[in-house]
């Protein structure tokens, strides 16, 4: 089955740098690969996500950039502010192939003053 | 309208009991799914719904473990003689299609402790 690997595990930056979080997939029929934030005790929510057939998409400052033939995506954010401070999870998925998100472990992401 | 809904939110329970957790999903919507997230962890698949259909319940991790949408809307996920590995946030999740590759939304959880 799918594996998803996510790197690093904690990230602390000053506000108004950017963040960038790495994540590597290991089915290549994966075409779906979805971003969720999560603030402590509370539900994760979609930030962004990202299509097989495109390689980078931008949303603010939020941008997700994926390469097919390494397996990779990336989460970027740019002018961190202290609100971005929350557990950062990718995830892939096969359309069409069950449709069930396989969850990286996490990215606890923090933003200091 | 009103999102992903789950209760209770808090559940604690004695070794050996059986413990229900219900889902509603968002109105409308075809697929609805199961996750377990262990504290520090990424939620992991348990089982997927698409209408009253369960489709795929590969992550079920052992008999004990039971779901149903018998109407297609509410989900009620069924633990059997809970075990302290059982405890864990139980997330459901629904999307509007059945094809994937469409934002699923979460509920708020439910957090299980077995004693």
């Known amino acids: 089955g799918e594996n998803v690997e996510q790197h690093p595990s904690t990230l602390s930056v000053q506000e108004g740098d950017s963040a960038v979080i790495k994540c590597t997939y290991s089915d290549s029929a994966s075409n779906y690969f979805p971003w969720y934030k999560q603030e402590l005790g509370k539900r994760p929510q979609l930030i962004i996500d990202?299509?097989?057939?495109?390689g980078e998409k931008k949303d603010q400052r939020i941008a997700v950039t994926l390469n097919k033939t390494a397996k990779h995506f990336s989460l970027h954010i740019t002018e961190t502010q202290p609100e971005d401070s929350a557990v950062y999870f990718c995830?892939?998925?096969?359309?069409?192939?069950?449709?069930?998100?396989?969850f990286g472990t996490g990215t606890q992401l923090k933003v200091e003053l | 309208g009103a999102g992903v809904s789950q209760s209770p939110r808090y559940k604690v329970a004695k070794r050996g009991q059986d413990v229900a957790l219900r889902c509603d999903p968002i109105?409308?919507?075809?697929?609805l799914f199961w996750y377990q997230q262990a504290l520090g962890q990424g939620p992991e698949f348990l089982t997927y719904?698409?209408?009253?259909?369960?489709?795929?319940k590969s992550g079920l991790p052992s008999d004990r473990f039971f779901a149903e949408r018998p109407e297609g809307s509410v989900s009620t996920l069924k633990i059997q003689r809970t075990q302290k590995e059982d405890s864990a946030v139980y997330l459901c999740a629904s999307s509007s299609q059945g094809g994937g590759g469409t934002e699923a939304f979460f509920g708020q959880g439910t957090r299980l402790t077995v004693v």
């Open positions: 109105s409308g919507h075809v697929s």
């Open positions: 995830a892939a998925s096969i359309t069409g192939g069950g449709n069930k998100l396989t």
């Open positions: 990202i299509r097989s057939n495109v």
């Open positions: 719904f698409q209408n009253e259909a369960q489709l795929d």
